[in-house]
Nanobody
Framework: QVQLVESGGGLVQAGGSLRLSCAASGRTFGSGAMGWFRQAPGKEREFVAAINWIGASTYYDNSVKGRFTISRDYAKRMLFLQMNSLQPEDTAVYYC????????????????WGQGTQVTVSS
């Protein structure tokens, strides 16, 4: 099993920044992938960004490209999401996810999930 714990959410004004962190523990997932997803009230969970754990190739949804940056610290087993130029439409619960296979934007293909951290952007 892999345990994921997110932190770093909060309330920020439009145009501000937040940095989310996700700590992974438990079994290693080798050459797998990790990603960030978000879910706003009344909406489905949607892909935000993902990264290959070994090669660190990154992938973004178009809605966050150029504003958000995903990164990881391989040795510390930490995943990060730097969010800049936040907008009210970015308000959601943000989830960290991990899988054994290659990067994908499909939430159902991720095996492990954190509990989520709330991000609220005020206008």
């Amino acid at each position: 099993q892999v345990q994921l714990v997110e932190s770093g959410g909060g309330l920020v004004q439009a145009g501000g920044s937040l940095r989310l962190s996700c700590a992974a523990s438990g079994r290693t997932f080798g050459s797998g992938a990790m990603g960030w997803f978000r879910q706003a009230p009344g909406k489905e969970r949607e892909f935000v960004a993902a990264i290959n754990w070994i090669g660190a190739s990154t992938y973004y949804d178009n809605s966050v490209k150029g504003r958000f940056t995903i990164s990881r610290d391989y040795a510390k087993r930490m995943l990060f999401l730097q969010m800049n130029s936040l907008q009210p439409e970015d308000t959601a619960v943000y989830y960290c996810a991990a899988r054994q296979g290659p990067v994908t934007s499909t939430a159902q293909r991720y095996d492990y999930w954190g509990q989520g951290t709330q991000v609220t952007v005020s206008s």
